[in-house]
């Protein structure tokens, strides 16, 4: 018996289908139509892709598809190298399209062609970029055209890339890398950087395209028709086929192209932050990174558009809406949390036709919006409201909030109560507006209660255990909810009606140490699927309808997700994380899709001569951009162990790598090591490992920090809590020992002296004799506040004759290094100190002060405070004017900002690799703010 459609899919998705090889031969023997659809379904995006690329989304476009397609059916069995298939098929759909493009004709004028709505692409720039592109991989030979389509259009990775060409793993990056690098070449001599044609092919999905069902059947019932014939015939029909209907080969049931939907008219959009017309803040020359699918802040909530066109981030201060598939920004929305916001449950909600949103706050207040104007239409914070975190809208658009004692339903636009149910500490209200999910407020069995959101009468006390703040969330349909039980060990999915558990489902065993391990357990807005965070953040996803687990999002430990956001298209998700990112997913497979321009927890350094700019990341990819232009200049490293920290040497021509791996859990499993590389040509010159299974002594997050080289060009290590060694790397061996170590230590520019901090004092030691030189009580005023770790940061002066040190209160310490002593004291977060509250009392935050930078010279000090976002240049002579205000757009963070070796550049980054490169005289001339 045939497969069903449905049955192919899953053994697609598990990696059972046949290589092309096998359903090549399938079908030249025997007209297998499975074979041809596996293969149509295989190869489809790619195909598709490659003749939208030249026709644009058009009906040419899907019949040039087809002829493609048909040119196969009739040549299936003279494949003498199946191998070759990917680099044929490309290969003739090209041509194809080429064909049809004298009879495609352009829009009316004023007409914009149709595109995809997830194509960043569709520009006229981009159409040259891509054709070039795509004439340079025609003329690539056919047994490395195949891999790098696939890997790099297809999107495969190259284990199943390997598997479709049949061939060794070994061969497959053998001629991967081939391909890449006479690419790359072909396309420098166009005129065209390597970097441009790289961010052509990191859209999401490649540069593939989904091919709609009644165009993929279409093809395939055609095929049944075809006379195989040999490889010449085939030419001669795809000419003829042209030539005489403009490759309309196959008219019933020919799907009409998929067009994007016309923009909100009512909604004032701006471009999104990271293409090349946005304005440079005030100073700024040049602009690296981008900003796509990223918040200027940390993220506390999240919601999705019912249609799921936007997406709103809330940070406690502000909600900002973004448009979902292209990352404009809609609305900047003032939701005044105070500086305590983080600590607050909270909650967004759209309305149901998506024209409000609401937000609500634990025990602060609540907010609605006008989402067609952008304005404010009601404040919800009478004395004597004290709200749960919980908002949601009624099918009718009233706006239900729960406080201590009542469910109420508000009109969002006059603020009048139109009525309430006694019923207290509401956390959820189904979409139907029927029923309502409540807590006790205990930990415990039987603190959750289901019951009738218009009578208010409580139907059933649930007997799971859940945890003091259970996640629970109902179906879209209203006619189930999901939740979390205590310490994430299972997810159960309840029927409404029945009231009734329908299914437990257990979780990987998780330690018990708090209240909550995971964030909690959800429905997607769509109701296909529901979830669980794990202790890692990984996130396990389950089908709604089946219960079958689905492949896991594994968004990585230092990423916290909040949500599961599905697009229009039903198969890319957006995974908003509390640090600030938005990571993409596709939801077939489970991996992550690149975004252009964007790192995850960048490390940096500015090489020696001021040309380059290292940038590494949580993926273990080293890149060296252009320190003027911002540009990729070359890849050093592809990928590896999460890199966490660089250094260049002297020449700038070695670049020292630190990596770490936490497991969080099992210190057995957690490694660090560094690795020397030579940036020319990315060779590995030598690497230093520690390893938690072996090393019983290895107890840290930092192992292994390269501070910098010496003038010997010796790298200094710190092996924190431990002790901070020289190592020569070109021989590998350990010269010298000091017994100074700090998570944050900091190395002189020269490599002659190493700043500390133990007790609360800076600690400067000698690197060639290990004998500590000077100890400096930072900030004696701010005694009673210190802690351990509050001299978080240090920066040297390029001369070596100042040193920078961070202090309780948002205070930086400028010392002389020599003298020992300190010269004067900066208060670089200007309005009072940085606290949050906890439990209602002060709570001092040591990291107030995330980044410094000294000038060359010591007398231009560069501070971000107050988490990071409140970024200034100061004066360190005097008094410590504050000379600029940067408008970063960004946290700039420990490792992300830099001065020039003349001092008349500054750089600042995030750890997203966002970041802009400053003019010093102009940023301290721009009008202040």
């Known amino acids: 018996m045939p497969a069903t459609p449905a049955e192919i899919a899953r053994r697609a998705l598990a990696g059972r289908i046949a290589p092309p090889a096998e359903l090549l031969a399938r079908y030249a023997a025997g007209r297998d139509p ?44 003279s494949f003498r190298d199946p191998a070759t298939l990917p680099a044929w098929l490309h290969r003739v759909a090209l041509r194809t399209a080429r064909q049809v493009r004298p009879r495609h004709r352009p829009a ?37 055209r195949g891999p790098v389509l696939l890997c790099w259009l297809d999107g495969l990775t190259r284990d199943e890339a390997a598997s479709v060409l049949g061939v060794p793993l070994g061969t497959l990056k053998r001629r991967l890398s081939e391909g890449r690098e006479l690419l790359r070449e072909r396309l420098t001599r166009r005129g065209l950087a390597p970097a441009l044609a790289a961010c052509a092919v990191l859209a999401p999905d490649g540069l593939r395209a989904d ?11 055609a095929a049944r028709r075809v006379p195989m014939r040999s490889a010449v015939s085939v030419w001669a029909a795809v000419a003829a086929a042209v030539a005489a209907c403009g490759v309309a080969l196959v008219t019933a049931g020919h799907a009409p192209p998929e067009v994007a939907p016309p923009p909100r008219a009512a909604v004032a959009l701006e471009r999104p932050a990271g293409l090349p017309d946005v304005p440079l803040p005030a100073g700024a020359v040049a602009r690296f990174g981008s900003m796509h699918f990223s918040a200027p802040d940390r993220i506390f909530s999240a919601a999705r558009s019912p249609d799921g066109t936007r997406l709103a981030l809330g940070d406690g201060l502000t909600v900002r809406v973004y448009e979902s598939t292209t990352w404009r920004l809609l609305h900047t929305l003032a939701a005044d949390g105070g500086p305590d916001a983080w600590q607050k449950r909270q909650s967004l909600a759209f309305s149901p036709d998506g024209n409000r949103l609401a937000y609500a706050q634990n025990g602060k207040l609540a907010l609605t919006w006008d989402l067609t104007t952008g304005r404010l239409t009601r404040r919800f914070d009478r004395d004597g409201w004290v709200w749960q975190g919980f908002c949601a809208f009624t099918p009718d658009g009233l706006l239900a909030l729960s406080d201590e004692e009542e469910l109420r339903f508000f009109d969002p636009v006059t603020g009048a109560e139109k009525h309430a149910v006694g019923v207290p500490n509401a956390i959820a209200l189904s979409p139907d507006g029927k029923h309502y999910l409540r807590h006790t407020g205990r930990a415990g069995a039987g603190t959750l209660v289901l019951g009738n959101a ?10 799971t255990a859940v945890g003091s703040e259970p ?66 953040n990984d996130l396990m996803r389950w089908d709604a309808a089946t219960f079958l687990e689905l492949p896991r999002f594994a968004p990585g430990t230092s990423q916290s997700p909040l949500t599961i956001a599905p697009l229009p298209d039903g198969r890319t998700v957006l995974v908003p994380c509390d640090i600030g990112r938005v990571l993409v997913f596709d939801r077939q497979t489970g991996r992550e899709r690149p975004v252009p321009g964007r790192y995850r927890d960048a490390a940096f350094a500015l090489s020696p001569d001021d040309k380059f700019v290292a940038v590494g990341d949580a993926s273990g990819r080293i890149d060296l951009l252009n320190a003027a232009t911002g540009r990729l200049e070359r890849v050093v490293r592809e990928s590896g162990d999460p890199v966490h920290k660089l250094v260049f040497g002297p020449n700038g021509r070695t670049l020292g790598a630190a990596e770490v791996v936490y497991n969080g859990i099992d210190l057995t499993k957690d490694r660090a090591a560094v690795r020397v590389y030579d940036t020319t040509d990315g060779k590995e010159l030598r690497a230093q490992k520690r390893d938690g299974a072996k090393d019983r002594e290895y107890r840290s997050h930092w192992p292994l920090l390269p501070l910098g080289f010496t003038a010997t060009d010796r790298m200094v290590i710190s092996r924190y809590p431990q002790n901070t060694r020289l190592w020569d790397f ?32 800076a600690v400067i030691t000698d690197v060639a004799t290990g004998r500590e030189t000077a100890r400096v009580e930072v900030d004696p005023e701010e005694k009673a506040n210190r802690r351990f770790g509050d001299i978080m940061r240090f920066a040297w002066a390029g001369d070596g004759n100042t040193l920078a040190a961070s202090a309780p209160g948002g205070n930086v310490c400028l010392i002389d290094p020599r003298k020992g002593r300190v010269r004067t004291r900066i208060n670089v977060a200007r309005g009072g100190d940085w606290r949050f509250s906890f439990l209602h009392q002060p709570l001092y935050l040591p990291f107030s002060i995330q980044a410094l930078a000294l000038s060359p010279n010591g007398q231009q000090l560069l501070a971000s405070a107050r988490g990071g976002y409140y970024v200034a240049l100061w004066d ?32 600042t980054f995030s750890s997203t690799g966002f970041g802009y490169s400053w003019d010093v005289e102009n940023t301290i001339a721009a009008p202040k703010n």
């Open 34 to 77: 499975d074979a041809f659809a596996a293969l149509v379904r295989q190869f489809g995006p790619l195909v598709l892709g490659t003749c939208r690329r030249v026709l644009g989304q058009s009906p040419d476009a899907d019949d040039a598809f087809q002829t493609v397609f048909l040119a196969l059916a009739r040549r299936a069995g």
């Open 108 to 144: 009316p004028h004023g007409t914009a062609e149709p595109v995809a709505p997830t194509d960043p692409f569709a520009t006229v720039v981009w159409r040259d970029v891509r054709r070039i592109l795509d004439e340079e991989l025609d003329a690539l030979p056919d047994k490395l």
């Open 211 to 221: 091919v709609p069902r009644p165009l993929a059947e279409a093809v395939a019932d």
């Open 454 to 463: 218009t009578t208010g009468v409580d139907l059933h006390r649930l007997d």
């Open 471 to 536: 996640e629970v969330s109902f179906s879209p349909d209203g006619t189930r909810f999901v939740l979390m039980t205590r310490y994430g060990a299972a997810v159960e999915v309840w029927d409404v009606a029945k009231r009734a558990l329908v299914k437990r489902l257990p979780a990987p065993p998780q330690p018990t140490d708090g209240e909550r391990s995971g964030y909690g357990a959800a429905f997607t807005p769509d109701g296909r699927e529901f979830w669980l965070k794990l202790p890692g």
């Open 730 to 761: 070109k021989t590998g061996k350990h010269t010298d020992q000091l017994a100074a170590s700090n998570i944050h230590a900091a190395l002189s520019p020269d490599g002659t002296l190493l700043a500390t901090e133990e007790h609360g004092e």
């Open 876 to 907: 360190t002579g005097g008094r410590g004017k504050r000379l600029a205000k940067l408008e970063c757009e960004f946290s700039v963070h420990g490792r992300g900002a830099t001065f020039s070796s003349d001092g008349k550049r500054l750089f």
